[in-house]
Every structure is written in C-alpha cells, then in structure tokens.
T-cell receptor, first 116, second 116 residues
C-alpha cells in the first residue's frame, strides 16, 4: 500500500521567512496530493492540493510542487506569520478522479512554529 | 462550502461500554466516508472506508467487530466503539467527499473519546 514520508517533523522559522516541508510517496498510482493544516484539537483544514497532471500550484503565500518521477512533493510558505503556526500534514491518494479510492494516506506531520 | 458534521465532540465513557459517533454530510451526498484515528501528536491513521449500502472496508490491524461502521444513508455514517477500553481513548475524525469528480475531502470536527 501507499506510504507517505514527511520531513521535517518540527520546523521553527522567524516571522517573514519561508518554510518548506517535503513529502515522498511510494505508490506511483497516487494522483492527488493535498496539504492540511491542523490547529490543536481541531479538524484538518485543506490549504492547497495538487493533482498529478500539474507540476506546481500557487495560492497567495502558499505553493506546492510535485515531481512525479521522483515521487515527492513539497509545500512552500512564504512571508510566514505567527498565525501560520500549526501542524501541517501532507497526504496522497489515488482518488482524485472520482470513484471510492479517495482514502488519504497521511504523512506524520510537521509542527511549524513561526516566531514573531 | 461542503460541511461535515460530527457528534459528539467529546465523550467520556466507562470501560466496557459502547460509544456511537455520528458523521453527517450536511449539504451534499457522500457515497463514501472515511474514519480516521489520531493519537496525541501523531498523524491521522485511516481506520476504515464506509460505503453507503454495503460493508465497510477496514484497514489492516483494525478490528471490524470492535469498530462497527454503519452507512445507512447517503448523508450519515456511524462508528460504534464497542466494549471500549482505555487504550481506545483517542481523537476520531470522519471525512467525506462529494459524489463528483475531483471533489476534495471534507473533515468533521472530530470526537475526543476518553475511556475511564
């Protein structure tokens, strides 16, 4: 089955700096890669996602890149703010294009701390 | 946007009793829902895939007789933790996706289960 590795497990940056979180996956059939932000005791919130037919996607300060050949994808947050502090999870799934194979396999998470 | 409602948000029960958790898609139909479990400071682990009108698909290592899943309608899935033990104490989160292509996964608010 799919296995998703995520690094680093913790990341501390100064406000205004950039943060990069990297994930690798094992199942070459995976075609959907979302990133979630989870604050303590709350549900994961989708912040950005990318499908296998795209190499890069950007939404304001957040961007995700995907390298299908190497089977890795990364989250980039620029101009970080204290409110970006949370745990971030990457995930992989075969289910981007419909059907019931939508179960996400999550990485272990990265605790991001943005210091003012 | 699509909303997934999960109840209860917190429950404390005695060892040996059963607890039912509900997951509802409020404004969309979901043929498939997913149940995750999250221990403190750890990632979300997929427990099972709930399919409307048919049996759930359980992940390896998850006891189907202990974690009963019922998906009787297109908007409701329930997870019953039977004969709960302290080691079942965890954060349980359901998720659902709309029955259309490229629909993202939406998470419920989660249920904090404490077994005393």
């Amino acid at each position: 089955g799919e296995n998703v590795e995520q690094h680093p497990s913790t990341l501390s940056v100064q406000e205004g700096d950039s943060a990069v979180i990297k994930c690798t996956y094992s199942d070459s059939a995976s075609n959907y890669f979302p990133w979630y932000k989870q604050e303590l005791g709350k549900r994961p919130q989708l912040i950005i996602d990318i499908r296998s037919n795209v190499g890069e996607k950007k939404d304001q300060r957040i961007a995700v890149t995907l390298n299908k050949t190497a089977k890795h994808f990364s989250l980039h947050i620029t101009e970080t703010q204290p409110e970006d502090s949370a745990v971030y999870f990457c995930a992989a799934s075969r289910g981007a294009y419909g059907g019931s194979q939508g179960n996400l396999i999550f990485g272990k998470g990265t605790k991001l701390s943005v210091k003012p | 946007g699509a909303v997934v409602s999960q109840h209860p948000s917190r429950v404390i029960c005695k060892s040996g009793t059963s607890v039912k958790i509900e997951c509802r898609s409020l404004d969309f139909q979901a043929t498939t829902m997913f149940w995750y479990r999250q221990f403190p400071k750890q990632s979300l682990m997929l427990m099972a895939t709930s399919n409307e009108g048919s049996k759930a698909t359980y992940e390896q290592g998850v006891e189907k007789d202990k974690f009963l899943i019922n998906h009787a309608s297109l908007t409701l899935s329930t997870l019953t933790v039977t004969s709960a033990h302290p080691e079942d104490s965890s954060f349980y989160i359901c998720s659902a996706r709309e029955d259309r292509q490229n629909s993202p996964l939406h998470f419920g608010n989660g249920t904090r289960l404490t077994v005393t």
